[in-house]
């Protein structure tokens, strides 16, 4: 049951989409949303190696002024958007404004939540100084879970693919999903990639009779290949708007924590993810 959801206001590029998501959910579960917007001053004051001569202070001191402004006009133009939305579609909402690290703040307001909806590109920065390229995998390694990350354009979720490798961990993340009720009326295909076709079989009648059990149907399908390459194709062909992904462990740090086809999608994929693992 999810009754409270974080929403992540990042750049105004990506909240209308990011706002969008939250309420759907929310007005399918009477839950309530959490807008938080962060200013990471370390990170805008950060101007790089600076050249040595009469007024670099005072442009580098302009520079900083420029960010902030920027900053602040993001953060109320998100949070505007927001509220007006919330206020629109007649769902319960907070906003948390708050100044320092992201991925401590969000860490600590995670552990009272029950969701959380970033951007996929773009969570903290407000579109003023360039995005780390590894702020979504810091946060799922942080432990920000389950997280729902979508894409800038907003699309209705009316068909989930379900990536299943047979591990524990995978595992977990689809029973998150069927148990949260996430999206109840969506079509989902549960889909499996490997080599052993009886073995692959077996694990999805399991995955099915799962579903079943929990009153959601479900299709699945099973594909001799690599989903690291062959997911996304996969996905945009049989037209998901979702995709759910758990781990596989592997021996690296970061493919220990997502596996490897989920930290390419991370990385990668042009569709909303759901990640609870």
Known sequence: MIKRILVGLGTSRSAESV???????????AAELLGVAVTDPTRLEWTGPRPIGVGVEALTTELRHDRMNKVAAEIAKAKELFAASCASAGVSHQTCERTGDPFEIVSDLV???????????????????????????????????????VADAHRPVSRVLVAYSGSLESAKTFKHFVQSGLYPDAAVRVIHFGSDAATCRRR????????????????????????????????????????????????????????ETALHLLRESPLPLYLAQ
């Open 19 to 29: 706002v969008k998501h939250a309420i759907e959910i929310a007005k399918t579960n």
């Open 111 to 149: 552990r009272y939540q029950d969701l959380c909806v970033f951007g996929l590109k773009g969570l903290f920065e407000h579109d003023v100084v360039p995005e780390p390229t590894d702020s979504l995998e810091r946060l799922v390694a942080a432990g920000i879970r389950p997280m729902l990350a």
């Open 204 to 259: 999805l009648e399991a995955v099915q009779g799962y579903f079943e059990a929990h009153g959601r149907g479900v299709e699945t399908d099973f594909v001799s290949g690599d989903p690291v390459r062959e997911l996304v194709p996969y996905a945009e062909h049989w037209g998901a708007d979702l995709i759910v992904a758990g781990n596989s462990a592997k021996n690296l740090l970061l493919r220990k924590i997502f596996g």
